[in-house]
C-alpha cells in the first residue's frame, strides 16, 4: 500500500473522533450562554444524569496506563495481575456511595462549586483552603504530563508519526476543548472516550484471538510454555505487597481524589446518582478485565518476552499493529487515547477551577472587588488554556521517570485528601487544626519518604502517608479547638 | 430504590446519608473479603473452567459481579432518593 494512503486511513478516525471531541465543546458553550457561568464552567450547572455521571466518573479514572502499562504488565505476569487491576471495580460504587450525596447536599447549601469549597467551609480557614488548590495544581499537573506523554507515545508507536506530531494531534485538541466547553463538555466528551475505549478493547480481543489462532490454541500453549501466568504470586513476580498496595493506591484510598469527588457537586437528582453507582461499576470492571485479560492472550501475537519488544509498555502496540488489519488500526488506538485525554480533560478543568474559584475569586470577594462576569469567563478560559499549554510544553520534552510521576501523584493527593474528606464530612470533631496538620504533614512526610526512597516492609508510600496523616488528623483534632456551632450545624444537622 | 418520599427535612436526609455511607463502607469490607477468599483461597485447587485455573476466574470476572450485585442492592433497596435542596438553600 502507497505510504501516504496508509497514514490517511491510520489518521483519519483520529482526526474524525478529535473533531467531533471539539464540536461537542462548541455546541456545549453555545448551549450554556446566559447561565451562570463559574457553575456552568466547572460543574456543569448540577446537571449530569446517570450515565453520563458514570461515564465522566470511569473515564477520569481510567487513565492511559490502565491501557498501556497495565495490560504489558498482564502480558508478563498474568492472571495476577487481573486479579489485583480488578480492585478497581470497588472505586465507582465508593465514591458516589460514601461522598455523593453528602457533597450534593452540602454544595446546594453552601453554593459550592469545587471540592475545595466545602474543606474551606468545614475548616474555616483560608489557609487550608490554599494548600488544597496548590497540591490539587501540582499532582495534577504530574498526572497530567503522564497521560500527555503516555498517549503520545503510543501514538508514535502505533502510527509511526512522531511523537511530537501525536502529541500536537490530541494534546493540543484535549486542551482546546476543556477551555472552551467547561466541565460539561468534559463530561460529554468523556461519555464518549469511555465509549471508544470498550469499542478498542473489544476489537482488540477480537483480533488477538483471531491472530492468535483462537482462545483454545492461545490457552493451551500458554499452560504449557508460561505456567508462572496462572500463579497468583507468578513464581514471585506479584509478592503480596503489590496486592496489599493495590488496595490502598487504586482502590479505596480513590474515593477522596478531588476529580472524582467533584462529580458530587455536579448531578443532577438521586436517581442519576444510584444508576450511576451500577453502570460506573459495570464499565469499569468490563475496561480492567478486559484489557488486561487482553494483554496475556497478546502471548498469541507476540512469541518472545517483554523484553523482546522494548518492555511492558510496548505490548499493547505492537499488539495492535501485528494484530489488527491496517484500517482498523486508526480505530483501535482511539480507546487508548481516549482514556488518556479524558483523564487530562477532567484534571485540567478541576485545576483550573482551584486557580480561579478557590483562589482569585475568593480573594476578590475578600477584599471587595467586584469581577465582571465576562472577565470570569475569560480568565476561567484562560487559566485552562494555560495550565494545558504548560503541561503540553513539559511532555515535549518529557522529565524520564514518568511512570513514576502517575503513582507518586496519586498517592500524594490521597495523603492530602482521604482524611481530610471523610473524616471532615464524617466526623464532628474533625477541626481546623486536625486536617491542617493531616493535609501538610502528611503531604510532606509523604514526598519526603518517596524522595528518599524510604519503605516499610517494602510497601509503596501510600501506606506511610496515609497512616501519618491519620495519626496528625487525630492529634490535630483533639488537640485543636473544637469547630464553631454554625459550622457544624450546616455539616450535621 | 426506597419509598419516594420528598418530604425529608436536613436532619433526617444527613442521617440517611450517613447511614448509607456506613452501609457502602460494610459493602466494601465484604468485597474485600470475597476477593481474598475466591482468589488466595481457591488458589491451590487443581480445578480449570475454559482453561482458566478456578482461583483466576474467581477472583476476577466472579469479584466484578460480586460488585455489581452490591453496587445493585446497594443502589436500589438501600438508597433512598431525596431532594438534594435543603431546607435553607440559597440563604
New interface residues.
Partial sequence: MESNLRSLILLLPLLAFMGVMVAISIFVRHKQAGKNFVSSYFVGNRELGGFVLAMTTVATYSSVSSFVGGPGMAFQVGFGWIYMAVVQVTAIFLVLGIFGKRVALLARKLNAVTVVDIIRARFQSDFLAAVAAFVIVLFFCGTMTAQFVGGAKLFAAVTGYSYEAGLILFGLTVVIYTSIGGFRAVALTDTCCAIMMMIGIVLLLKYVLQAGGGYENIMTTLETNNPELFEPFSFGNMPWTIYFTQWLLVGICTIALPQSVVRGISYKNTQGLHQAMLIGTVVVGFMNIGINFTGILAHGVLSGAAADYGGVDNIIPTTIVRAMPIELVGLAIIGPLAASISTISGLLIVASSAIIKDVYLHWAEKNNRVVTPARVKFLSMATTAIIGAAVFVIALTPPSLIWLINMFAFGGLETAFFWTLLLGLFWKRANKLGAMLSMTGGTIIYCATQAAGFKIMNLHQITIGITCSLILFLIGSYLGKRSDDETLKIFFP | ?KKNNRAFN??Q??SL??R??I???L??VG??IF?FVA??GT?SLDVKI????L??LL???G??FV??F???I???KL????D???D???K
Fill in positions: 430504590m436536613d436532619a436526609k444527613f446519608v450517613r448509607e455511607a452501609y457502602t463502607g459493602a466494601l468485597l474485600i476477593w482468589g488466595f488458589a475454559f482453561h482458566l485455573p482461583w483466576a477472583g476476577t470476572v469479584v466484578w460488585a455489581i452490591i453496587s445493585a446497594l443502589s436500589r438508597f433512598t432518593d431525596m438534594l435542596e435543603g435553607d438553600d440559597g
